[in-house]
């Protein structure tokens, strides 16, 4: 059983900044990947930002702005989100594949002013 506990969320004025943290637990050999998705009321669901051993990948909207990151001893992947938007706001899920299967964290929320 894996588990995947988020914190950092909040409420931050435009042009702020927030650090997102997701701790994993349980059996874990090997991830395959982790990250960051979000969903807007509204919306569906996207990915932010993903990290893989070789890889990193952003939505567009974000590049340069968030930053992906892991502590593999920690088990623990950040997200580093700054100069935050209005856009931003949401609902931010940490995710994690392990081979076939897909874990989810329950959420936090992200709330950003105008």
């Known amino acids: 059983q894996v588990q995947l506990v988020e914190s950092g969320g909040g409420l931050v004025q435009a042009g702020g900044s927030l650090r997102l943290s997701c701790a994993a637990s349980?059996?874990?050999?090997?991830?395959?990947?982790m990250g960051w998705y979000r969903q807007a009321p509204g919306k569906q669901r996207e990915l932010v930002a993903g990290?893989?051993?070789?890889?990193?990948n952003y939505l567009d909207s974000v590049k340069g702005r968030f930053t992906i990151s892991r502590d593999t001893a920690k088990r623990t992947v950040y997200l580093q989100m700054n100069s935050l938007k209005p856009e931003d706001t949401a609902v931010y899920y940490c995710?994690?594949?392990?081979?076939?299967?897909?874990?989810w964290g329950q959420g936090t929320q992200v709330t950003v002013s105008s």
């Open positions: 349980g059996t874990i050999f090997r991830s395959n990947s």
């Open positions: 995710n994690m594949a392990i081979g076939p299967l897909t874990y």
């Open positions: 990290i893989t051993e070789i890889s990193i």
